[in-house]
């Protein structure tokens, strides 16, 4: 019986784009990884790039440029192409120039009769994400944003320093929209399996202000990063491999993905990052946490925000 072989193709080479692909290729995610750019030379180059290390990679991924015909049989299309933002300039003000690009995306893919797992990373990643299920007619559960994925990894790799603590065993989240109004649920924050406002580590405990201190570098990570060095790139690069090894395993991870709320949360057709169970076929499920009134007004507020941005945008 022939195995049949994981396909994802990648719309967009530019910083982010690129990151995922190196990080497919090194950790051996797919068969086939196929560069689509508006720029083609650019594609064919990268992929040029990335094959002359598969001799040291021990992967046998066939990587080449292409363009949407190549979707008709992936497994998953991921999206990182479109604008990024200036320093200074927040995520929404990329919301005009990228709907446009997806305009001009999104349809070729459907054409094609691709029938997988769409992936956006292109910001401001909660409304693009809504923008390309408006645009593909995709059951919402196929369309999936990154959401407060990388922003969750920043959150986890800030609390883990604190209290000297491998980040893989924290358990927090930050929910909501990707950017200004995103925000930690604190009650559902945990260390291992004890509340992290009654952690110990060698620093002691986390305080209030400290809990503040570090959800403000968390939101404010991506400017920091921006004004040093013009972008952000090997940590979403990491997040969206993370989300495609949990489409293409089946894996039923619990990811902070940005997913369309149907009643989660008392919320409707918006799409937010809140912690989703993610496999096969996208997100399956979204995870209800308890949050506490404050906590639940800080959701519905970046709802708010979200849902206006979109219906701005006068889409359908
Ligand atoms: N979701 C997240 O957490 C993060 C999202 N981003 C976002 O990812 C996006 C990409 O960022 P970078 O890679 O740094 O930008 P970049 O400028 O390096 O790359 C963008 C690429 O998109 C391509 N492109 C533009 N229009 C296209 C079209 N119509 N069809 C095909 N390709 C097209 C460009 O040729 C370029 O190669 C931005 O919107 C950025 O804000 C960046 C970091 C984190
Ligand atoms: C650019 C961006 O969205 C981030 O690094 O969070």
Request: aromatic share 6%.
């Amino acid at each position: 019986m022939e195995l049949k072989t994981r396909k994802v193709v990648l719309v967009g080479t530019g910083f982010v784009g690129m990151s995922y692909a190196y990080a497919m290729l090194n950790q051996n995610v797919c068969d086939e990884l196929v560069l689509i750019d508006i720029d083609r030379q650019r594609a064919e180059g990268e992929a040029m790039d990335l094959n002359h290390g598969l001799p040291f990679s021990g992967s046998h991924m066939k990587i080449h440029a292409g363009d949407y015909q190549d979707c008709a049989d992936a497994d998953l299309v991921a999206i990182c192409a479109g604008a990024a933002q200036k320093p200074g300039e927040e995520r929404t003000a990329l919301l005009h120039r990228n709907a446009e690009v997806f305009r001009a995306i999104i349809s070729p893919i459907v054409s094609s009769g691709f029938g997988g797992i769409l992936l956006i990373a292109t910001n401001p990643v909660d409304i693009m994400a809504h923008v390309a299920q408006t645009l593909s007619g995709f059951d919402s559960c196929r369309v999936i944003g990154t959401g407060t994925i990388l922003d969750t990894a920043r959150l986890r790799y800030q609390i883990g320093r604190f209290f000297r603590i491998d980040p893989r065993n924290v358990h927090a989240y930050v929910m909501g929209e990707h950017g200004e109004s995103e925000f930690v649920p604190w009650s559902q924050a945990m260390v291992a399996t004890k509340p992290v406002g009654l952690f110990m580590g060698e620093n002691g405990s986390l305080n209030l202000g400290q809990m503040l201190q570090i959800e403000t570098e968390v939101r404010d990570a991506a400017q920091k990063i921006i004004l040093a060095k013009k972008a952000t790139y090997y940590g979403i690069g990491m997040a969206m491999v993370r989300i495609t090894r949990a489409v293409l395993g089946d894996e039923q991870s619990v990811l902070t993905v940005s997913t369309m709320m149907r009643g989660d949360y008392r919320l409707n057709q918006v799409y937010l990052g809140t912690p989703c169970i993610v496999g096969r076929r996208g997100v399956t499920g979204v995870v209800g946490l308890p949050l506490e009134q404050g906590e639940q007004a800080k959701l519905e507020h970046s709802a708010q925000i979200l849902s206006g941005l979109y219906q701005g945008l006068r889409l359908s």
